[in-house]
């Protein structure tokens, strides 16, 4: 059965940066658009970047541009993204989520807090 598993969240200060991954499972991980999604506390679902099957393409949401970079391997199935500069804005549970715009399979979530 299809799989998406994140990790590497954990608690950062304002102007640090994070990589989190998610390695997938249970399905053709080359053949699918694959994205990230976040969930600040209190707030609703906010789509953050895409990233193209064979990964020569990629989009950002404007409040994360220049700061985040979406990759993935398709060599070991795993996405990333490499979250720079963060600001407490960014808290949120972050989501590996297969698909572009409309989404049919999620992970469980890291969660990502900025604070000092």
């Known amino acids: 059965q299809v799989q998406l598993v994140e990790s590497g969240g954990g608690l950062v200060q304002p102007g640090g940066s994070l990589r989190v991954s998610c390695a997938a499972s249970?399905?053709?991980?080359?053949?699918?658009?694959m994205s990230w999604v976040r969930q600040a506390p209190g707030k609703g679902l906010e789509w953050v970047s895409v990233i193209k099957f064979s990964g020569d393409s990629t989009n950002y949401a404007d409040s994360v541009k220049g700061r985040f970079v979406i990759s993935r391997d398709n060599t070991k199935n795993t996405l990333s993204l490499q979250m720079n500069n963060l600001n407490p804005e960014d808290t949120a549970l972050y989501y590996c989520?297969?698909?572009?715009?409309?989404?049919?399979?999620w992970g469980q979530g890291t969660q990502v807090t900025v604070s000092s």
């Open positions: 249970g399905f053709t991980f080359s053949n699918f658009y």
């Open positions: 989520v297969r698909g572009l715009g409309t989404y049919d399979y």
